[in-house]
């Protein structure tokens, strides 16, 4: 690192370190998203496991963006081309569109953990998982949710900051999309198998998949 460098590390290490910080998320909440590990604490926390479990992962994403944050400290901002800074707004807002779209597919309340907790207060049993959803978005792609991601990461990108963090969110999502799919076949079996058969992950290249 130069004296005239505004970056608190600069060059390859930033990205290593960055890189490592992402690994210890992912390790992290394939472990507590692990059967083994999920059955134990959802007998110690039990109608608090899902709400538990969405705060740690926020916190641990948080403290991720903040260790990048602050390696990547005084990063210049990218000379984007006017035409190319526009499509990339475009696609970071289309980005936007599917992740609000995809939301909408999903009971927000038990997706957070706080339909569990009422349902506990009030002595009913909340079922942990939703039906497979097939309707909406899910017809044309699978995991809206990772596609919008993906496409607001990367169409935000101004500067090395946003670039690390687009690169290593889309590996990450990656990765969670194949353990995802496990978890899926296993509570969902042939019904998830057939689905998958017709519907593709997030680029909906078969439009619409299912009638």
Do not use: K
């Not at 479990?53 to 006017?82: I, K, M, S, T």
């Not at 690169?167 to 990765?175: G, K, P």
């Not at 079996?189 to 998949?209: F, K, N, S, T």
């Amino acid at each position: 690192m130069t004296g005239d460098d505004p970056s608190v590390i600069s060059g390859v290490a930033a990205h290593l370190i960055y890189a490592l910080a992402w690994l210890t998320f992912g390790l992290g909440h394939s472990l507590l998203a692990s059967e083994g590990l999920t059955a134990g604490l959802r007998s110690r926390l039990g109608a608090f496991y899902r709400l538990t479990y969405n705060l740690f992962a926020a916190a641990h994403l948080a403290l991720v963006w903040l260790v990048g944050a602050w390696l990547f400290a005084g990063a210049p901002a990218y000379d984007r081309p006017p035409l190319l800074a526009a499509a990339m707004t475009g696609g970071a807002i289309a980005g936007l569109v599917v992740l609000a779209v995809g939301l909408t597919g999903y009971d927000l309340g038990r997706f957070a953990g706080t339909t569990q907790i009422r349902h506990h207060l009030i002595g009913l049993q909340a079922c942990e998982h939703e039906p497979l959803r097939m309707d909406g978005i899910h017809r044309f792609i699978r995991h809206p949710l990772y596609a919008g991601a993906v496409l607001v990461l990367w169409g935000r990108i101004a500067d090395d900051f946003d670039l690390a963090t687009a690169a290593w969110a889309s590996l990450y999502f990656f990765v969670g999309t194949l353990f995802e799919e496990r978890r899926l076949l296993r509570l969902y079996g042939e019904e998830y198998a057939e689905y998958r058969r017709r519907v593709p992950a997030v680029v909906p290249w078969r439009g619409r998949a299912l009638p």
